[in-house]
């Protein structure tokens, strides 16, 4: 079965620096890779789609890249702020509309003003 | 205008009682889910309904029963409550032909003693 692995639990950074996040994935590529962010106490909340003949996809201070050869999508926030600190998910999709998105366990970020 | 909402948002409840957490969403979408996620922050998909039809059932016990009585609602129904049962509950939406983008409800957290 898919796997998918977010290989930091908890990420510190200093403010207006660029935060990096990995997310990896075993066995097929998607079709469709999503970024969720979530805040304590409340729910996902959807960021950027990325598919997987795109490399790149950006949205203000966010980029998301995707490499099916690596199996592996980075997501940035450059010019980090001390609001963007939360628990950042990814979510596989087979884009086969009956099979779910497989979410990783995320990794939370603090940034540090 | 809230989107995608749940209730109760806490729920505290003995073992073996049964309960029930309602969602609905004013988005007109034709598919909505239900999700856990437990203490260690995994997000898994529980049940997936596309226009009242289930379409995902994933491993879940039979004390849990979904019901949509149209396409804006999906409730939860579980019996037997376990102390394992505990965790956060959320629903989500999404329109089909859209790529799956997840709208989240703000989650209910179901505490079982």
């Known amino acids: 079965s898919q796997k998918i692995e977010q290989n930091s639990e908890a990420l510190n950074i200093q403010e207006g620096k660029t935060a990096t996040l990995t997310c990896n994935y075993t066995?097929?590529?998607?079709?469709?890779l999503q970024w969720y962010r979530q805040d304590p106490g409340r729910g996902p909340v959807f960021l950027l789609l990325?598919?997987?003949?795109?490399k790149e996809k950006r949205k203000e201070r966010l980029k998301v890249t995707f490499d099916t050869t690596l199996k592996q999508s980075l997501f940035h926030i450059t010019a980090s702020q001390p609001a963007d600190s939360a628990t950042y998910l990814c979510?596989?999709?087979?884009?086969?509309?009956?099979?779910?998105?497989?979410f990783g366990k995320g990794t939370r970020l603090s940034v540090i003003a | 205008d809230t989107a995608v909402s749940q209730t109760p948002k806490y729920l505290v409840t003995q073992m073996g009682n049964d309960k029930s957490i309602k969602c609905e969403q004013n988005?007109?979408?034709?598919?909505m889910y239900w999700y856990k996620q437990d203490s260690k922050k995994f997000l898994k998909i529980m049940f997936s309904?596309?226009?009242?039809?289930?379409?995902i059932n994933e491993t879940v016990p039979n004390r849990f029963s979904p019901k949509s009585p149209d396409k804006a609602h999906l409730n939860l129904h579980i019996n037997s409550l376990e102390l394992g049962d505990s965790a956060v509950y959320f629903c989500?939406?999404?329109?089909?032909?859209?790529?799956?983008?997840?709208?989240f409800g703000p989650g209910t957290r179901l505490t079982v003693l």
């Open positions: 309904y596309n226009n009242k039809e289930l379409i």
């Open positions: 066995n097929y590529s998607p079709a469709y």
């Open positions: 979510a596989l999709d087979m884009g086969s509309g009956n099979t779910p998105l497989v």
């Open positions: 990325i598919r997987e003949n795109e």
């Open positions: 989500a939406s999404s329109q089909r032909g859209h790529y799956n983008e997840q709208f």
């Open positions: 988005l007109g979408h034709d598919t």
